[in-house]
């Protein structure tokens, strides 16, 4: 199984069916930031989003088990600064290279209770993850169709 959840993160990562990351999240902090009507969400939040539960989920399989650390937790969705635009891109990419490592190691790389338990944490990243690819990807195209 494990390396089947590698197979996983390599499609994503690699941009098969979807965005890949690093083509998708390469956007200004200005344009990450920018609103599009009538989207509820920028680009940057949405970002910002995923990188905070995708942080606390490689946590727990490194043996975290509090969101200690984590601000504000209970209010995922914030409107970050356009400064931290470059380290959300990189956190976010970095994070999905972490757990396809997780993902690929034998036997498996984690603190979980067993293997099952990581293998549920590592297919939330990778389904939410792909899933906010697949908004942001969606964001910049109503950008675009609104400049035109």
């Given at each position: 199984?494990?390396?089947?959840l ?8 690699g ?17 990450a ?5 009538p989207l509820?969400t ?8 995923a ?13 975290g088990r ?5 601000t504000e937790?209970?209010?995922?969705w ?5 400064h931290?635009?470059?380290e ?32 549920g ?7 939410h ?14 950008a ?5």
């Open positions: 199984m494990p390396s089947d590698a197979t996983v993160f390599d499609h994503i990562l941009g098969f069916d979807i965005p890949d990351p690093e083509s998708c999240l390469k956007v200004s902090a200005a344009a930031s920018a609103s599009v009507e509820p920028t680009v940057a939040e949405n970002l910002a989003h990188v905070m539960w995708q942080t606390f989920w490689l946590g727990a399989l490194r043996g509090s969101k200690s650390g984590m937790w209970k209010k995922d914030r409107k970050p600064e356009p931290e635009w470059p959300l891109r990189v956190r976010f990419i970095e994070g999905l290279r972490e757990a396809r490592r997780i993902a690929a190691s034998d036997p498996m790389d984690h603190q979980m209770g067993s293997d099952a338990e990581a293998v944490i590592l297919t939330r990243i990778a389904v993850g792909a899933y906010h690819l697949g908004q942001i990807n969606q964001i910049k195209r109503a675009r169709r609104a400049k035109a």
